[in-house]
């Protein structure tokens, strides 16, 4: 179950990183999952005018990392994301993009996160699994 931390504790974590660059923005806290948003603009485009595969790739891990974060006691462990895989489904020109991180697998040293991405007609973007590595700080 995932612990309910303030929204603005979360999103305040992202700034001055990645995240900030490229507007991801922490949404909402469920008792598996957790939610965020992403604008595709410029800062997201790939060449094409399309929403950049590796944006997707961003968020999907951005989403899944916070939610293992949450998950251990970071006073004596750290998560680093491990794989990820990314199945890109429909292209997206503008707007934003919604991606729901559930988790799937919470073991000792790892957990598994599927990703779904979506845009703003609700129809799926992206479908992506994480892997997380969780680390005790004396390894």
Known sequence: MLPQ?????????????MLAHLGIQITELGDDYIC??????????????????????VLAESLGS?????????????????????NHIRGVRSGQVYGKATIRH?????HIWEIEITNE?????????????????DR
Do not use: F, W
């Not at 919470?106 to 790892?110: V, Y």
């Open 5 to 17: 931390v303030p929204l603005e504790q979360l999103n305040a974590m992202g700034e001055n990183t």
């Open 106 to 110: 919470r073991g000792r040293s790892t």
């Open 66 to 86: 916070y939610g293992s974060s949450l998950l251990v006691d970071l006073t004596t462990h750290g998560v680093s994301g491990l794989e990820i895989n990314c």
């Open 36 to 57: 965020g948003t992403m604008p595709v603009d410029h800062r997201t485009h790939q060449p094409m005018g399309l929403l950049h595969g590796g944006a997707n790739a």
């Open 121 to 137: 007609e609700g129809k799926l973007v992206c479908l992506s699994r994480l892997t997380v590595a969780v680390m005790p700080h």
